[in-house]
């Protein structure tokens, strides 16, 4: 393979959730498409994350994002590798004032046409008699859903393989040059580059900031019924969207499966990939105090992984700053697999100039470039 | 109990015994982590009928001044500490000295019907008998290789099963040059002699292996292939069991280097029994599979080592590799043939805790990319039993250990002590 050089109309680099999707989206619309990754596909934040499809609704661009995304994650209900699950959303309110400010909240996801509604004390424990006694309500989402992103990625990748995207497996992007780039055998692809490779970013992009923000999951043996919706406390976004170096809030899933996946923690500054037994404590601890009954499950598996973080929050979307022909789609923190369908017909919608769907200013990395 | 030793054993088999002993001996504070409720490991686990062998009735004698943490699940490493579970709660157990006597369990390998009830390790078997699980009157037959199915075979008998043979991959000439290798070690000669006039009138066949097994509810028959032809075999029970592999996940999960003969890890350890971790040290088959003796040296070797006593540790050295070299004789006339990698086919269930058959996993060469496309190992087992046979299939080889590292009650991991009594966290 050495010096060959292939040439294609968009070099996806990364095969997460978003360069898969990216690949998914470009071949549908009949582009000659290569993918880079060195890795197993969906290996990186992909398999480590959740998988819940989840608009927040505390930043209007990220929700408009996954309002979006949201839609086109339908197509994918009826999937069977996406084991797409419609548990819906239930937000806890420990006490009246979590539970006015829930009435809020529903105004806002209304109004961007997502289905939400406050839900009274009685309502709560008829949807989830296993949570703890005293709580005040809660906010129910019904139409959102979990799924298994790994699966999601490898899917994305096949059917773009369909379509006649060559995959370039186990291969690294050593640089990206003018019109192309290098891979480690030697290899040169030439074509617009879209770099999707999450917390490894800067390798390639030095001039974007990105920081990753270390996460664990625990994940129990199969308890089916035992909860039935996504529950997280309704301060979550002031773990998921504060600046505190480390955070833990309430956030439990139950999967197809029957087993119960317990979040979530966030720390900036852990770069170590083992698993921290205090942070493993103190988040379900959190989890204990919402549903007691937890205690006493058996967990099969704990693993961390890193959500690809931007100074803003924000994911970058666009033309990279000062380049030509070269494109990113990475930084969704913990949304990117509730995001990924809608980045991904943004960014295809970019790089063949047409109008995206939704206002991509919000998430044009040339912000940094300021 | 103290909550700090310093000497601490995980596993309390006889390398575990005997590091346990030997440490206490030298005035160390000696704690001796198992998981299950006596003393004596897999080789000298209790037997709910028959007396213990002299060995380990001894070793469990000289136990004074350790204190014997029975039923203790070691589940998480912390930093220099152990978070183990019991039946009452969780512990936080540190310790000056780790020493790791964590055994080997069975390799099972896939074929055709094997996930069918009644169809078990030989050493399963053999362990599930002891603890009184009704054999009497079953019709058993024992398969696989090693040694070890010469020991499943006598207790079976010994608890009124009828051992209808004895089937051993190995070809009868690799057996036969090893037995006449045994007249170097008279030790173990006289222990196989005994075996084989207890086992009097049981076939012992050689080159011969389950092909396939079948049965409605449970396993009714199995097709064996010999030498001479295949012959199908109605039966109760079947145990099969090729060998044994080191259990390492708690010394991965610690950081320490691995060491590779052929597709399993065993713990790297240095020629007195150092981990790569300071601190820690490795006696018996998680170092590598070397049998009983072997075990009973290191774990010695261990606490002399790990008290400061290296003079001793040294003296014992040259014996340890004596037996070293009868483990690695083993492995030489006992290896696998090639044939039991294509026992299974594309319908064989591999992962038996989520359901993956071996033709999902065709084309991943990953353990990780299998994983997470076919969850291939997600399972309870965390891929001790697919893991390590895809290991030996030449697929991948197994992923690194992840936390915990057994199942564990989410109230361990959280670092709680006790489990609340309070009626209402147990609910429906």
Not at chain 2, 148 to 154: E, G, M, N, R, V
Not at chain 2, 277 to 288: I, L, R, T
Request: glycine share 12%; aromatic share 6%.
């Amino acid at each position: 393979m050495s010096g060959t050089v292939a040439s294609f109309d968009l070099i996806v680099i990364g095969a997460g959730i978003i360069g898969a999707s990216c690949a998914d989206e470009a071949s549908a619309r009949g582009m000659r498409v290569a993918i880079v990754e060195p890795g197993p596909i969906g290996g990186g934040a992909t398999a480590a994350a959740m998988g819940h499809l989840v608009a927040m609704d505390d930043d209007p661009a990220e929700l408009a994002l996954a309002k979006y995304s949201l839609h086109h994650w339908e197509a994918f209900a009826d999937l069977r590798e996406a084991e797409f699950s419609r548990c819906g959303t239930l937000w806890v309110a420990r006490n009246d004032n979590e539970l006015a400010a829930a009435a809020t909240r529903v105004a806002r996801l209304n109004a961007a046409g997502v289905e939400a509604r406050v839900v009274d004390a009685t309502t709560l424990y008829e949807l989830e008699p296993a949570l703890v006694p005293g709580l005040a309500g809660g906010l129910l989402v019904p139409r959102e859903a979990v799924v298994y992103p790994p699966r999601v990625a490898n899917h994305q990748v096949k059917r773009a393989q369909s379509h006649g995207t060559q995959l370039y497996a186990g291969r690294r992007v050593l640089s990206l040059q003018r019109g192309g780039a290098q891979l480690d055998d030697g290899t040169r692809l030439s074509g617009p580059v879209l770099v999707a490779t999450g917390c490894a970013l800067p390798a390639l992009l030095p001039m974007l900031p990105m920081r990753g923000r270390k996460g664990h999951l625990v994940i129990t043996d199969r308890y089916p019924g035992l909860v039935r919706h996504q529950l997280l406390e309704l301060g979550y976004a002031d773990s998921a969207h504060g600046d505190a170096d480390s955070s833990v809030a309430f956030n439990v899933q139950p999967r197809p499966t029957g087993q119960i996946l317990i979040g979530s923690s966030r720390e900036f500054s852990a770069t170590d990939a083992a698993a921290s037994p205090a942070m493993v404590q103190r988040m379900l601890e959190r989890s204990f105090a919402f549903v007691p009954k937890l205690r006493e499950l058996q967990a099969v598996r704990i693993w961390t992984g890193f959500r690809p973080t931007t100074p803003d929050g924000r994911p970058y979307l666009g033309a990279v700053p000062g380049a030509s022909d070269q494109w990113v789609a990475a930084g969704h923190e913990g949304l990117g697999v509730t995001t990924a369908l809608g980045s991904a017909k943004l960014m295809i919608d970019l790089i063949q100039g047409r109008q995206p769907a939704i206002d991509p200013a919000p998430y044009s990395p040339e912000r940094m470039a300021a | 109990m103290p909550d700090r030793y310093d000497v601490l054993v995980v596993g309390a088999g006889p390398a575990g015994l005997a590091a346990a002993q030997t440490a206490a001996a030298h005035g160390a504070r000696v704690g001796l982590l198992d998981a299950q409720p006596r003393p004596g490991g897999q080789v000298w686990r209790h037997d709910v009928r028959h007396q213990a062998p002299r060995a380990a009735r001894e070793a469990i004698a000289k136990l004074q001044g350790v204190d014997v943490l029975a039923s203790h699940s070691v589940v998480a490493v912390e930093s220099s500490a152990l978070r183990v579970e019991t039946a009452e709660g969780g512990r936080l157990i540190s310790y000056g000295s780790l020493i790791l006597a964590t055994g080997a369990r069975e390799l099972l390998l896939p074929f055709p019907g094997w996930t069918l009830p009644g169809i078990t390790g030989a050493g399963g078997l053999q362990a599930l008998t002891k603890q009184g699980w009704p054999v009497a009157g079953k019709r058993v037959v024992i398969a696989g290789s090693g040694p070890l199915l010469l020991a499943a075979a006598d207790t079976l008998r010994k608890h009124g099963a009828q051992v209808l043979g004895i089937y051993e991959q190995a070809p009868a000439a690799s057996v036969h040059a090893f037995a006449r290798q045994l007249r170097h070690w008279p030790a173990r000669a006289l222990q196989a002699i005994g075996l084989r006039v207890r086992l009097a009138g049981v076939p012992y066949r050689f080159g011969s292996f389950v092909r396939r097994a079948q049965g409605s509810d449970s396993v009714q028959r199995v097709d064996i292939d010999t030498p001479t032809g295949t012959q199908t075999v109605e039966c109760d029970l079947l145990a099969v069991g090729y060998g044994l592999v080191p259990n390492t996940e708690l010394a991965q999960l610690l950081g320490c280097a691995m060491d590779y003969l052929g597709p399993h890890p065993h713990v790297g350890v240095d020629r007195l029994l150092r981990t790569s971790m300071g601190g820690v040290y490795a006696a018996g088959e998680a170092g590598g599979i070397g049998g009983l003796a072997v075990a009973r040296l290191e774990g010695a070797m261990a606490a002399h080592i790990a008290t400061g006593h290296s003079v001793a540790a040294h003296a014992l050295a040259p014996q340890r590799d004596r037996e070293r070299r009868f483990g690695a004789l083993l492995a030489r006339h006992f290896a696998l043939d090639p044939r039991l990698h294509a026992l299974g086919d594309d319908s064989t269930m591999v992962c038996r805790c989520e359901d993956v058959t071996l033709g999902d996993l065709n084309g991943f060469t990953d353990a990780r990319a299998a994983k997470l496309a076919t969850r291939c190992g997600m399972g309870a087992c965390q891929g001790r039993i697919c893991g390590t046979a895809l290991a030996e299939l030449g697929r991948f080889p197994r992923s690194g250990a992840r936390p915990p590292i057994f199942p564990a009650r989410l109230a361990t991991l959280a670092g709680l002590t006790t489990l609340p009594s309070d009626d209402a966290y147990r609910g429906s």
